[in-house]
């Protein structure tokens, strides 16, 4: 007989009890976690809601801040905005903007060109969301990029040889030293152009006669730009960012047979399959001599000036009708970050707008130096009217002139450059895309001429850099014609 039973072995109940009690003990953890996780979601939730908007990101194309106008930061935050004014927003250093607001987007809108390699705070203060009132700032730091400096080296000097040395093409930076690389060098460099991937040249045979050669920074063969023959190639012009070269032919005397060229002006495409330029032809398309041509800034619009002093503006890449400006004694290049054209004439000076047409009559404030010296070239660095100009002032006993550069605005008036040395004299300037900088071609005492029979230089000529806001000029190139002022 089995006189067994489960009261006979309490054992056998133990690890069922142990099993019931671990259940129990998880789901009380289980339970204790789940309530510590809501309290804190839940806290957290308070804490946002009390807060005002935070910054989720930035955006800013930093390469096209500093060489195209009214560039964008685009600010987004964690929650849908309210209207953002510009009075909100303070940039470090001083700079005017604009804003508005898409849902949790803020774009701020900077008047003009960003400056070169420089620190930018933006701050905007007070700002709220649309689902509560709390308010924040947001703030955002970003450094704008250096940018490329180009400069031409003519030199004169044989080498063991007795041949010519070649001139040389080189590039460097604002916060480079010393002359830079070479990107191209020739027997006889007589101008250039810089684009953004490439370099176009104008090289001259030891008869004078021209040839346009395009070099790519990348490597490879260097491309020779078909020409109607033997002649001279001036007015090279270039749109950078549109891969867009114009120039003007004159055929030599000799080319007897065939069409003669007289300051004809083309434009090369280098993105164009079939590798040939584009004669600029006048109205009813006629041939049409010019006298200056350029491009408008960062588009593939040229403005030429015909021999008969009426400037027209042109698509090249669309239906390349011609718009006519106006008549004017001189082309004098755009106010910097902007498509207002600088004209000349002998009573006054005007900017046309391009968008319209519309011609503002310059009426600007007199300089300091305009009673004790010689006035010569004018550069308009602002539709405010601020400006630089040239000078000659005699100095002391001597009678030598000097050469001053003096910045004008209804405000003030100061020198802004003077030579290193008083025998040195200015040649020439201009002021760099964005107006941070005047670039300031100097002739020393000893240059002598180069004989050139296009754009004749000197001998150890030096480009220096002038900030115009700090007023320093602390950075100089050997060389002359910065890419700048072509």
């Known amino acids: 007989m089995n006189h067994e039973s489960s009261a006979a072995h309490p054992a056998a109940a133990a690890p069922a009890c142990s099993v019931r009690l671990a259940v129990r003990r998880f789901r009380r953890l289980?339970?204790?976690?789940?309530?510590?996780?809501?309290?804190?979601?839940?806290?957290?939730?308070?804490?946002?809601f009390g807060q005002?908007?935070?910054?989720?990101?930035?955006?800013?194309?930093?390469?096209?801040?500093?060489?195209?106008?009214?560039?964008?930061?685009?600010?987004?935050?964690?929650?849908?905005?309210?209207?953002?004014?510009?009075?909100?927003?303070t940039v470090s250093p001083a700079t005017e903007v604009s804003t508005s607001v898409t849902d949790r987007a803020l774009t701020v809108q900077f008047a003009g060109i960003l400056?070169?390699?420089?620190?930018?705070?933006?701050?905007?203060?007070?700002?709220?969301?649309?689902?509560?009132?709390?308010?924040?700032?947001?703030?955002?730091?970003?450094?704008?990029?250096?940018?490329?400096?180009?400069a031409l080296q003519r030199d004169s000097r044989v080498d063991d040889a007795g041949a010519?040395?070649?001139?040389?093409?080189?590039?460097?930076?604002?916060?480079?030293?010393?002359?830079?690389?070479?990107?191209?060098?020739?027997?006889?460099?007589?101008?250039?152009v810089a684009l953004e991937d490439h370099l176009a040249a104008v090289t001259l045979a030891e008869d004078d006669t021209a040839t346009l050669e395009v070099v790519s920074f990348a490597g490879g063969d260097n491309v020779q730009v078909p020409v109607p023959g033997a002649g001279v190639i001036e007015n090279l012009a270039a749109s950078p960012?549109?891969?867009?070269?114009?120039?003007?032919?004159?055929?030599?005397?000799?080319?007897?047979?065939?069409?003669?060229?007289?300051?004809?002006?083309?434009v090369y495409d280098l993105t164009e399959y079939s590798g040939l330029p584009v004669e600029v032809t006048g109205v009813d398309g006629l041939p049409m001599t010019v006298k200056d041509l350029g491009f408008v800034p960062d588009s593939t619009s040229l403005v030429v000036q015909n021999a008969g002093q009426t400037l027209f503006l042109i698509d090249m890449l669309g239906?390349?009708?011609?718009?006519?400006?106006?008549?004017?004694?001189?082309?004098?290049?755009?106010?910097?970050?902007?498509?207002?054209?600088?004209?000349?004439?002998?009573?006054?000076?005007?900017?046309?707008?391009?968008?319209?047409?519309?011609?503002?009559?310059?009426?600007?404030?007199?300089?300091?130096?305009?009673?004790?010296?010689?006035?010569?070239?004018?550069?308009?660095?602002?539709?405010?009217?601020?400006?630089?100009?040239?000078?000659?002032?005699?100095?002391?006993?001597?009678?030598?002139?000097?050469?001053?550069?003096?910045?004008?605005?209804?405000?003030?008036?100061?020198?802004?450059?003077?030579?290193?040395?008083?025998?040195?004299r200015v040649r020439d300037f201009c002021v760099s895309p964005n107006g941070q900088y005047l670039a300031v071609e100097t002739i020393p005492e000893a240059g002598l001429g180069d004989t050139y029979p296009t754009m004749p230089a000197f001998s150890g000529m030096t480009t220096t850099l002038v900030d115009l806001d700090r007023g320093t000029s602390s950075r100089s190139v050997s060389g002359f014609l910065p890419d700048w002022c072509v």
């Open 241 to 266: 960012s549109k891969n867009l070269i114009a120039y003007t032919f004159t055929s030599a005397p000799a080319e007897a047979a065939g069409r003669l060229y007289d300051r004809t002006p083309f």
């Open 30 to 48: 289980f339970s204790v976690t789940i309530a510590v996780l809501f309290l804190l979601v839940a806290g957290l939730a308070v804490a946002n």
């Open 319 to 424: 239906d390349a009708a011609l718009t006519p400006l106006g008549e004017h004694d001189e082309m004098r290049g755009f106010v910097p970050g902007t498509r207002a054209l600088v004209v000349a004439d002998p009573d006054r000076g005007s900017t046309i707008d391009l968008a319209d047409g519309a011609v503002t009559t310059l009426d600007l404030a007199p300089s300091l130096l305009d009673e004790s010296a010689y006035p010569g070239k004018l550069v308009l660095l602002s539709e405010q009217g601020r400006y630089a100009r040239l000078f000659l002032q005699e100095t002391g006993d001597s009678n030598q002139l000097v050469s001053l550069i003096a910045l004008t605005d209804a405000a003030d008036s100061s020198v802004a450059f003077t030579p290193a040395s008083d025998s040195s």
């Open 164 to 192: 010519k040395r070649p001139d040389t093409v080189r590039r460097t930076t604002l916060q480079g030293r010393g002359d830079g690389d070479i990107v191209f060098s020739a027997p006889r460099i007589q101008q250039y």
């Open 115 to 150: 400056r070169y390699n420089t620190v930018y705070t933006v701050r905007v203060t007070d700002v709220a969301s649309t689902t509560q009132d709390a308010t924040s700032t947001l703030e955002y730091e970003f450094t704008t990029p250096d940018i490329d400096i180009y």
């Open 52 to 89: 005002g908007p935070r910054l989720a990101s930035a955006e800013i194309n930093l390469d096209a801040s500093i060489v195209r106008g009214n560039p964008r930061l685009l600010l987004t935050a964690n929650q849908p905005l309210t209207e953002v004014v510009a009075g909100q927003v």
